[in-house]
């Protein structure tokens, strides 16, 4: 951007990363304008929303006429087709090509291992013969991963038996096949977030500990308890390679196996703010949101260290099915130091992303039941 | 609010303190509706603004249908006439009574001390000669206060000689006279936040110093440093007292004089979020805006402790006449750990409040300095 001005920022996407990038964009007086192909409760409320078929090349042209730079929320938007029609000077980040390096999981596991960086064993399967003697090459368990489109647990399949491969290959293989990775035994999962700017300036965020149920984020603790000094070291130096090996711009998230004797292995990317970094609103003295803003309009990137000494992150996951309605709410409110964050999403579905709640304090043990008896209480 | 729901609060007003109050909703998936007679920069992109003569009835009337609960970001909004068409089980706070308890600056220091508050000496002067009674009664320097309509400078004046009677009441007394006080010859300045809740629910936010330029605040320290424990003490049972005093609902500021001798004194009452809490939004676990929020909607009040060990907080003002454009801005991120907040007002005046700086930290002294450093290099 110009160095006067405020900015427009153009985000393609209407989930819960694009509103905490706005909430976090209109603090600074800058301005947000959201494109979806369909409207969506996360994106009312805040700057400018368009709802169109987002691959139209009229459509984006609308879209992007007055804005200084434009990103996107999810790996999966129309990188391509906005990029094709952005005017001179106008910035888009990621990069498609980051986005295409990240989408295909095959393309993602290969560029990082050229690159040097620890991670499971893996083999790109274009067929059964080849399924055969990867599991042979891995031994049981291997997981079996689809190349495009998995998130959340859907798309895996954690195969244990020679009978299981031939129906996990009938439900995960695309025309090139599927991802078949090596079980990593590993002690714990982590997360660093990196925000990268063009020029290549960037800051790591802490590493932290992040905890699944039912392959879905569930708790973030932050900074990750008990963690060695050198553990730390090579998860901030592979997360910061990784992102370099796919050229990434903005925060990116890197999710890590922690092993027993103290490496670390990239499990996987995402190209924009991370579930695991949201506890970084408060517990940060920039957020990721506030960070990724300032990342993608190439100004200076804010200290991304923690202000508080621990901070505890809860994932609000819908139950049931149907218009959605705070029940509990107060209840959470009243829990010491909950700072409840709800998406705006008119519609509940089981396991769906809905809301969460942060709490910082003194140890992330305190922190951690408060924030779980917080979240508890939440029924939307 | 009921148990269930999201909760639509309906904000009287356009400016920076109503855009604070729409950020903190909005993160908790509340919805916000502004109403100012004018349009302006800052209730844009927030929510749902309606711009249309404020006192008229039809217009109040659409502005409330659907809303949970109705507050005001200023002491000069039109709260009996939306008073008078509220509907059932909506609520209205702060209510019209303490608001005009607090707009007259008699009946605001007569209502403090009948309720047996400290305050400086005063006297509501009806005719020059009753001013010229209290002028001997208090000694020389004096101040003189309008009634009603006197912020930041405006509208005050110390009087320090016999020949400046006269020109002060030509210029600041009303039909009523106007206000004189005796001059507090205090240390420092303090403020604290009340936020109260209608069934009288209440927390106070930690005793700050508040250091003015111009009669304008410049810096807020938090905590207050050097503060003697009995007069933190005394200050936050004065805060909570004066707004009880009133019968406040919602946040109030109260700002306080600090004596020599370790009492204090109260200046004065705002009815609102106010200046001297920006500091609360990184500092807190909640903000003095989202416990508005909450204490408006008759939610649980969250904790109004500060999460960091310190935090300074410096206005951005503006220094000019025109159209506002943040040069310097790229600077003033580079500033270690500066949350940078700004107002989205597209004139600037001088003086105009702009903006804000926050920063925290180990302690003030450190953080005051990176604070000053980034606020000075942001030109509107």
């Known amino acids: 951007m110009s160095k006067s001005g405020f900015p427009l920022l153009g985000i393609m996407g209407g989930g819960q990363l694009g509103r905490m990038m706005a909430l976090a964009a209109l603090r600074m007086g800058f301005k947000v304008r959201f494109l979806s192909p369909h409207s969506s409760g996360p994106m009312q409320g805040l700057g400018e929303q368009m709802v169109g078929p987002w691959t139209d090349k009229d459509v984006l042209q609308d879209f992007v006429e007055g804005c200084s730079a434009i990103t996107v929320e999810s790996e999966w938007a129309p990188a391509e087709e906005v990029k094709a029609i952005l005017p001179e000077g106008v910035a888009l980040w990621p990069s498609p ?20 960086l620890p991670l499971p064993a893996f083999c790109c399967c274009a067929s059964l013969d080849e399924v055969h003697n990867a599991v042979e090459a891995f031994g049981f368990p291997v997981m079996f991963k689809r190349f495009e489109g998995s998130y959340d647990g859907y798309g895996n399949a954690t195969v244990r038996f020679p009978e299981e491969i031939q129906q996990a290959w009938d439900d995960l293989a695309a025309e090139d096949g599927l991802l078949v990775e090596a079980w990593a ?11 990268r700017r063009a020029d290549g300036a960037h800051v790591e965020y802490p590493v932290v500990y992040t905890e699944q149920k ?22 901030r130096r592979v997360a910061l390679a990784a992102v370099e090996a796919v050229g990434g711009v903005g925060i990116m998230g890197v999710e890590l196996f922690e092993m027993k004797d103290g490496t670390v292995l990239v499990n996987e990317l995402a190209p924009r703010p991370h579930n695991t970094g949201h506890y970084t609103i408060e517990a940060c003295h920039t957020s990721q949101f506030e960070n990724h803003v300032r990342a993608v309009l ?3 990137l804010g200290n991304p260290n923690l202000r ?5 992150m809860i994932n609000i996951l819908g ?7 705070p029940d ?17 999403k008119p ?3 089981p396991k769906r992303k809905m809301g969460h709640v942060t709490i910082t304090g003194d140890d992330v043990k305190t922190v951690r039941a408060r924030a779980e008896h917080a979240a508890s209480l939440i029924q939307l």
Chains 1, 2 share one sequence.
């Open 328 to 344: 509990g709410l107060d209840d959470a409110l009243a829990v010491e130091g909950a700072a409840i964050h709800l998406y705006n």
């Open 319 to 325: 139950h049931r099915s149907g218009e959605a309605a």
């Open 214 to 235: 039912d392959h879905r984020c569930h708790a973030v603790e932050a900074p990750a308890p008990s963690l060695f000094p050198d553990v730390e070291a090579e998860a």
């Open 185 to 195: 035994p590993f002690v714990r999962e982590l997360s660093v977030l990196v925000c």
């Open 347 to 349: 519609q509940v579905r």
């Open 97 to 116: 090509a980051t986005l295409q390096l990240i989408r295909h999981k095959g393309i993602q596991n290969t560029t990082l291992q050229k690159a040097g």
């Open 298 to 300: 190439g100004l200076s």
């Open 308 to 312: 508080v000494p621990a901070a505890v």
